[in-house]
């Protein structure tokens, strides 16, 4: 009994070994066990911010293992503790107002503590880094997401670089995610967001727009990615959004010449050879320019736009459009083709053509005999290689059989302007399913035509869409200029393009029209119109008027 006892008591002792040092005196035979380990906290902190600090932002952290939100304070500084939480995590700021939201990440693994900024410049690298929207990036992340410092440091580095490239001073950010930001100092860190803001507003585009266009070209080369995001953030004339400041590459629709003109959207100035000219407004986007023969800028959208002098047999037209430095692989993909030349085309008007990484000319479908009489040409075909006075070359033979200027707008899509070594000049759009608009979409342009004649006069028309087939995408729309209607199909007679036929055209009394078939491919604001009919050759243009 008295060994029973004993055992008893040495349990005992066990039990409140947590709080006593021995048990029965001050021997040293028995020594106490270490306490058990609590929970482990995932602590993340930081400032929300744009510039001002998003003061009472509601902050949303979702981790691999682990969320939780909180509310900034007045200064914007946040801080998190994700009981057994790790990382990688992204997270959400929301303003108190619920106008702005921004997102940022905080990449790794384990559950160290953590800074993870939310700015408009995180926003901006989880598009580089993600290649998507940051929103749909945030919603889509689960935990099995991988966000390595590694990806992260060098999306930083790029996009960093990329925005120094267009004019904005990012040297006082080492470090986007995880840097000292004290929100409305207008200092280091802060200071940057402030260029960045007043940036945008001088460019006239939104941080959504921007970041848009980061990801979008997020796996574009170091040239084209800068290049696309210097144009977007250059600055734009107060009334027009595609006239931007900054290089522009022109090119002649008669001769095929080609030249660079330096445009300050600000001043109004335009420079040639180094003579400046004066732009005077005569409406939005539309102005002369005071050289000697009084040059005509009709500007779409997108930033191309079209010079023009003069008519008939001795009038000038030609394309403009942003000078980027773009790389062959950058242009791979599927395109729709229009061309207007003095030579008869064995390839048609119109047609499509397919570009490897490489600049391979692959695939190309055309179309001499007109809509519905297309065939994959059987040729070998020539493939784009740079050229160190921009733009490529399209090599065929060891010979260039044209030059070649791209332009990439914010969103990737290509557009190529081409003169061949016959004079023709053709021009290929990437392909994208054009929308069917809405009924009564009213829609104002400028048009002109070049042609055997010459140039035409500029006109000016509004159309209003007054019905729509969903089933046949076929859209029928009325003209402000004498009432009469035409019927146009969406994605055809490819993907990209629309198609009139051959007096698809009627009076405002329903009555029969003549009006010529073509084949219209728009892109950015502009529309090249060429005829269906393979023994007619014209190329008219139309542009948006703002």
């Known amino acids: 009994m008295k060994r029973s006892i004993a055992k008893f008591a040495n ?99 384990g559950s160290g503590d953590t800074t993870a900024n939310i700015t408009p410049l995180s926003e901006l690298l989880v598009a580089k880094l993600a290649g998507v929207d940051p929103k749909a990036f945030v919603s889509g992340f689960g935990s099995t997401t991988v ?70 070209n997020s796996t574009a080369g170091g040239d084209t990615g800068s290049s696309v995001i210097k144009t977007v953030l250059a600055p734009v004339a107060s009334d027009c959004v595609g006239l931007k400041s900054g290089v522009l590459r022109v090119l002649d629709f008669s001769t095929g010449e080609n030249g660079l003109v330096l445009v300050d959207a600000a001043k109004l100035t335009v420079t040639s050879e180094g003579v400046t000219y004066t732009m005077t407004k005569k409406a939005a986007c539309d102005y002369t320019v005071n050289d000697d023969v009084t040059t005509r800028v009709l500007v779409a959208p997108s930033g191309l736009a079209v010079l023009l002098s003069g008519s008939g047999a001795t009038g000038v037209a030609g394309i403009a459009i942003p000078e980027q430095k773009l790389d062959v692989a950058t242009m791979a993909g599927a395109y729709d083709r229009v061309q207007y030349g003095a030579v008869d085309p064995e390839a048609g008007d119109f047609g499509t053509a397919i570009f490897a990484a490489d600049g391979q000319n692959g695939l190309s479908v055309n179309c001499p005999l007109g809509v519905g009489n297309c065939a994959e040409d059987p040729l070998p075909k020539g493939k784009l290689v740079a050229n160190v006075d921009g733009g490529f070359d399209y090599m065929e033979n060891g010979a260039s059989q044209a030059r070649v200027f791209g332009f990439r707008n914010p969103s990737g899509r290509n557009f190529m302007i081409a003169r061949a070594a016959d004079g023709t000049v053709i021009m290929l759009a990437g392909k994208d399913n054009l929308a069917l608009p809405a009924v009564g979409r009213v829609s104002s342009f400028w048009q002109f035509t070049v042609s055997n004649a010459g140039l035409s006069a500029v006109t000016s028309d509004t159309n209003t869409t007054t019905a729509v087939d969903t089933a046949t995408g076929s859209v029928t729309r009325q003209f402000a200029s004498d009432s009469h209607f035409d019927t146009v199909g969406f994605n055809a007679p490819f993907a990209g393009t629309r198609y009139r036929a051959t007096n698809g055209c009627a009076t405002a009394a329903g009555g029969d029209l003549a009006c010529n078939g073509v084949v219209q491919m728009p892109f950015g604001g502009l529309v090249m119109i060429v005829s269906s009919v393979p023994t007619r050759h014209f190329l008219s243009v139309a542009i948006d008027k703002p």
């Open 11 to 109: 349990l005992s002792c066990l039990a409140t070994a947590a709080v006593l040092t021995a048990c029965g005196g001050g021997g040293d035979d028995f020594t106490a066990s270490a306490p058990l380990a609590g929970p482990s906290s995932l602590n993340i902190s930081g400032t929300a911010a744009i510039g001002a600090a998003l003061a009472h932002a509601s902050v949303h952290v979702t981790c691999s293992a682990g969320a939780a939100t909180v509310t900034s304070d007045a200064n914007g500084v946040f801080t998190v503790s994700i009981t057994d939480g790790a990382l990688p995590c992204v997270l959400t700021a929301v303003s108190s107002d619920g106008a702005t939201e921004l997102h940022s990440v905080a990449s790794g693994t």
């Open 147 to 216: 966000i390595s410092d590694a990806n992260v440091t060098a999306a930083q580095t790029a996009l960093l670089e990329t925005l120094a490239a267009a004019g904005i001073d990012t040297s006082h950010v080492g470090d986007i995610v995880g840097g000292a930001i004290t929100a409305g100092s207008g200092a280091g860190y802060d200071g940057v967001l402030d260029k960045l803001k007043t940036a945008l507003e001088t460019a006239g585009v939104t941080l959504a727009e921007l970041t848009t266009t980061v990801s979008m």
